[in-house]
Every structure is written in C-alpha cells, then in structure tokens.
C-alpha cells in the first residue's frame, strides 16, 4: 500500500513508518522542516512538506494515498485548548478526502479517552468528563466517516508508550525527579498507568492499517495498569534518589503539567484488540525499560 503519514518522524511515527517499510509498503510523510524530510529520506520514505495545519497539503497526501495514518498532534499540553481544534480538523480533511474510497485511515487517541478509576476496554465509548476528552470529539469524526465508506479506525495509545529515546511523561518525570531530589508519587501510589512498548504500538498501527474493520476502535495496551507508586521507585533505583508521597495539591508544582495526570488512576484493557488482530506485545515492559539505562543516561526534558 501506499500510505500516507502525519507525525512519522516524531516519537510513535519514527517506529510506525519502518514498520510499514519492512512489510513492503510505502510511505509518504509529513514533513515540517528539512531535518524531518532529511530523517524520511534516511528511513526509506518520502517526505510531503508541509504541517497540520495546512489542510491542503493533507488533502493531497491523503488523496494520492492508499491509506492513512494519523499521529501527528501539537503536544504543547499548556494549550491543549488551540491543539484540540488543529487535530480535529485534520481529521475531518483527512476523512473527507478518503469519503467514498473504502481506504483505510487510522486516527490517534488515547485510552485515558475512554474514562479512569476502572479498567477501560474498546468498548468505552469515550468520557466527556474524563482526562482524554479532549480527544473525543477526533475519535467519533473519524468514526462518523464510516457511514461515507471510509475505513475508520482509531489508535489509543497508553499514557505511557516507552522505549529508549522516549520523551514523554517518563522522561519528565525522571527530569522531575532530578530536578527535586526524590521520585514523588501522588498518594500511596496504587493508581495505575496502561503502557505500551513503541515496537508493540508501531506493530499494531501496521496491523489495523492491513485488516482491522471499519468502526475498530483498538488499544494499544501491553500492560493493563502499572502502579504508579513502582513507576516512581524504579525512576528513584535509576537515579539513585529516594521515593517519596506527595498529596495531590503539590503534584502539578513539583513534577510539572504531568503531575495532575499522574495522580489519575487510567488503566485499560486490550483484550478485543488482541482477539480481532492477533495482536501480542513482546517488548519489554515499562519496568524493564526503567531498570535499564536508557532513561537515565543522558539529559531529559525538564
């Protein structure tokens, strides 16, 4: 196939496009910059220059593609209220370009998008009220377009896709962690994190794009709630810091905008999607990966 990919050199998209390449399809990428164009050229694609926001340009990746995949998002969670809009008409440019083709396009959420305080499954439709909402809205319009014979199908990731070289919130919170002398959770620690090896995730996005149905809503879950409590003394093991308890009123000032997510309580289940592709992570596990040295041989994010 010829597939079309939005954030295929950012953090999933850099695992997702060899993925695709190995399994002999091609791929065109987004492409903000020279150095982005420069890392697809590297890995065997070709780059489409241009960014989220410029619906043309996605409706002309989209429409020489065979399929698309949509990962691309603004991750400035300081102004998630500008990011949200830019996603979303993504998404309707992306689904109205492939409307009445029958082509597949997998759009990107989270399973935080499906609730918390339980252990979230497919099935969930998505919580207004929830940490996620704010992905909501993208989920059901990519799902809207399966009655205009598009392949719709949506990705949600874990809170926690990891790996060596991951920037996001394990990364922060090991900066965090460096930066206060101690790896803090928020209470005693038993709320959990869904996590998803990047290998597994970049796997599953293959997969879904070959033969998932339309209307699938997946999750990329290799393990259904890690206590964050473990999360924070395996940081405190790395770095050699002890763990300490924060309340939850403290949790934003001393591990930065992720402190609020942290305290949240959002395992998931993957068991439909396992069932429906056969899908079976082998990566390592989050614990794994923090008991190593990836995460703490050179400077992260603070």
């Keep these: 196939m010829h597939v079309f990919v939005t954030g295929a050199t950012g953090w999933v998209g850099s695992a997702v496009v060899p993925e695709l390449l190995a399994a002999g399809h091609e791929v065109v990428g987004l492409a903000r910059s020279d150095a982005s164009a420069a890392k697809l050229a590297a890995a065997g694609a070709t780059a489409l220059r241009g960014s989220l926001d410029d619906l043309d340009v996605l409706r002309a990746g989209a429409a020489d593609a065979d399929g698309v995949i949509h990962l691309a998002f603004i991750h400035d969670f300081e102004r998630m209220a500008d990011s949200i809009p830019v996603d979303r ?3 309707e440019t992306l689904a109205d370009t492939l409307a009445g083709t029958g082509k597949p396009l997998l ?4 399973t935080a998008a499906a609730g918390s305080g339980r252990v979230t499954s497919e ?3 998505g919580d207004l009220d929830g940490p996620g909402r ?6 059901r319009a990519a799902l809207a377009a399966v009655e205009r014979d598009v392949r719709s199908i949506v990705v949600r ?7 060596a070289g991951d920037p996001g919130f394990v990364a922060i919170l090991v900066a965090a962690a460096r930066k206060a002398g101690s790896a803090d959770h ?3 620690g038993a709320n959990r994190w869904a996590a998803v090896h990047r290998s597994d995730a970049a796997r599953l996005y293959r997969l879904a794009l070959e033969s998932a149905p339309a ?17 924070a003394e395996a940081i405190g093991s ?13 949790a934003q000032q001393r591990l930065g905008f992720v402190g609020g997510f942290f305290a949240l309580d959002v395992p998931s289940s993957s068991a439909s999607t396992r069932a429906l592709l056969g899908w079976e992570p082998s990566g390592p596990t989050l614990l794994e990966d923090l008991a190593g040295d990836s995460y703490f041989a050179a400077p992260v994010p603070g």
């Design 186 to 188: 928020v209470g005693d």
């Design 238 to 250: 790395g770095l050699g810091l002890p763990t300490a308890s924060i309340e939850a009123a403290e």
């Design 157 to 163: 990731l874990s809170p926690t896709v990891h790996g």
């Design 215 to 231: 209307g699938s809503v997946l999750h990329a879950v290799g393990e259904e709630g890690v206590p964050t409590r473990a999360i």
């Design 89 to 91: 008409a993504a998404i």
């Design 107 to 110: 759009v990107t959420s989270g």
């Design 134 to 139: 704010g992905r909501i809205g993208g989920e």
């Design 123 to 125: 099935q969930d439709a």
